[in-house]
């Protein structure tokens, strides 16, 4: 099993940068993918951010997020220059296997509470 424990969200204003971190703990390898996701109110939930061997992002948050992930297995998460689109709650993810395709929802088997981020304008 895994847990996943994310914290850093908050309320902010256009142009600001949050922090959000990701504790795992469990059953969690190295070499395998950790992802961010993210889900407004009314739409699918969609991929932000993945860490493996490289980092990989969606074109809406390329430029502005940076994912990073320590040797605790700790996977943060810097936005800066967030936008109001950028309101969410925002999830971490983990695979319970190693698979190659890691922007996907259905990639990853174990997910955290989320952590709500909302930008006003």
């Known amino acids: 099993q895994v847990q996943l424990v994310e914290s850093g969200g908050g309320s902010v204003q256009a142009g600001d940068s949050l922090r959000l971190s990701c504790a795992a703990s469990g059953r969690i390898f190295s070499t395998y993918a950790m992802g961010w996701f993210r889900q407004a109110p009314g739409k699918a939930r969609e991929f932000v951010a993945a860490?493996?061997?490289?980092t990989y992002y969606a074109d809406s948050v390329k430029g502005r997020f940076t994912i990073s992930r320590d040797a605790k297995n700790t996977v943060n998460l810097q936005m800066n220059s967030l936008k109001p689109e950028d309101t969410a709650v925002y999830l971490c993810?983990?695979?319970?296997?190693?698979?190659?395709?890691?922007?996907?929802?259905?990639?990853?088997?174990?997910w955290g509470q989320g952590t709500q981020v909302t930008v006003s304008s």
């Open positions: 860490v493996k061997r490289e």
């Open positions: 993810a983990a695979p319970s296997l190693d698979t190659p395709v890691i922007t996907t929802t259905e990639s990853y088997e174990y």
